[in-house]
């Protein structure tokens, strides 16, 4: 298992947007949306782990399977803190050290490398363009990572180039 530093960062990454999404389906009184989300939660909080969240899922499960949803509201209020701490803590990477963790990711040919492309391509403020994001993140989910990583590294010489 890879050590708690790593586990948070991925977790961060994952799951920034996820308050906005339970409130969204919430609101919707969309149920399998909101089970969806909170069982992923759920087992992100055990592995993590973080057994104030873990608990805050469980309950707001319990209670969608009674169909009341009172106990969501919980795991959002819990979940926005845990990831305001997470991001001061281990999520402000600078543009230099995210480009080198998707190079590195697109390296080792792992999964993760995907997430982080979407995740890029849905920042304000990515150290991509919006159509080099799409381009890598187009290569990668054809599994393309030769493609992705040569594409990105023409976008990084080029950036470096600009900066000196």
Known sequence: MPPIEQRLKAFYWQHKDSPK??????????????????????????ILP??????????????????ELENVPDVIV????????TRRQYAELNEEQLLSRLARLIQQHNLEALQLSATMMKQDQSPLSANEAETIHSC???FDFSQAARYLEEVMTSSSRKRT
């Open 21 to 46: 999404t339970l409130e969204s389906a919430l609101a919707q009184s969309d149920q399998a949306a909101l089970f969806a989300l909170l069982h992923a939660l759920k087992g992100a909080a055990a």
């Open 50 to 67: 973080h057994p104030r969240l873990h608990e805050a899922c469980s309950k707001a499960i319990e209670s969608i399977d009674c169909i």
């Open 78 to 85: 819990t979940l926005r803190l845990l990831l305001e701490d």
């Open 140 to 142: 990668l989910k054809r």
